[in-house]
């Protein structure tokens, strides 16, 4: 019973992630709708938002800060506040369907790039499907299926192999590394990369400006302690799967209230890369024998 429990628990949570998320993309697209206030400038709200979070955390809990792989946790802060840039500016010049689910295709560039950095990841014939459908899915969705490409179907598609660079560099500091340490090194340079270059871009925001950042900031940090919380109790195949939901969740919720056009290359597309993603998370045979021989 409580096995069941702490399964339904994580679903739960794991579930309520990807809605917090949406609902964060979608107070984004509510900012940056009528162009005053630039993506750059929100996302340096979400990284600061999420600094002073973290901050008050480490001032409860007494945490230090110590880093010791200094390569992996530096590149997971740069490579994924890069792909957070990349993503807030996809929703600003696009649609949030299409922005959710380039998004979500970085489990395809981690299959794609891990075996050559991570020791325990290997090519499968069922991987390379997976990336062959999920690639199928892109090309719908990119418009290369009609010979229209713009440039934000090219920066969508780059964040995703930015996104993945940073998971790849969160696997290798996570050997060595404190969460609290690699997520304080995520906000710091996140707030840097975007106010630094970005600074003279800064508009004082309204009153209803500020309410929708701050719910911004709010529903990003729900969505990112639900989901690493919801994984505890969820196996890695099943969390993925709810977490890729979100690629259909977006579609109808963009749809149904932003009026964003239906099309039926999009949702194809976005179940094209639904699959890739589920054929790529499933783990074979070898993965166990594999670990079963390196102990």
């Known amino acids: 019973m409580k096995k069941r429990e702490s399964s339904l628990k994580g679903y739960t949570m794991v579930f309520a992630s990807t809605m917090f998320f949406y609902i964060m993309t979608l107070f984004v697209k509510l900012i940056t709708k009528d162009g005053r206030i630039p993506s750059t400038e929100v996302t340096f709200f979400r990284f600061l938002i999420g600094f002073i979070i973290v901050n008050i955390g480490f001032m409860k809990t007494g945490y230090k800060i110590k880093m010791v792989n200094k390569v992996a946790v530096l590149a997971r802060g740069f490579f994924t506040a890069l792909a957070i840039l990349f993503f807030f500016v996809v929703i600003e010049y696009s649609t949030t369907t299409k922005a959710n689910i380039y998004n979500l295709t970085y489990p395809i560039f981690v299959t794609i790039f891990g075996p050559l950095l991570l020791k325990d990841e290997r090519w499968t014939l069922k991987n390379i499907i997976g990336v062959a ?80 950042l701050l719910g911004m900031g709010v529903f990003s940090y729900l969505g990112q302690y639900t989901v690493t919380n919801g994984f505890k109790y969820v196996k890695a195949l099943e969390g993925s ?43 074979g045979n070898y993965k166990k024998k594999f670990k079963i021989e390196k102990l």
């Open 133 to 212: 459908i999920a690639f199928l899915g892109i090309f719908l969705i990119s418009g290369m299926a009609l010979g229209v490409v713009s440039w934000v179907d090219g920066l969508g598609l780059f964040m995703g192999f930015i996104a993945a660079i940073g998971i790849i560099a969160l696997k290798k500091a996570r050997i060595t590394d404190n969460s609290n340490t690699i997520l304080f090194y995520l906000m710091s340079i996140g707030v840097v990369m975007t106010l630094i270059p970005f600074g003279y871009q800064f508009k004082m925001p309204t009153h209803r400006e500020w309410l929708l």
């Open 241 to 283: 799967l709810i977490s890729s939901s979100r690629i259909f969740i977006a579609s109808i919720c963009g749809i149904l209230f932003l009026g964003e056009p239906f099309s039926i290359a999009i949702v194809l597309g976005g179940s094209l890369i639904f699959i890739g993603i589920v054929l790529v998370s499933i783990k």
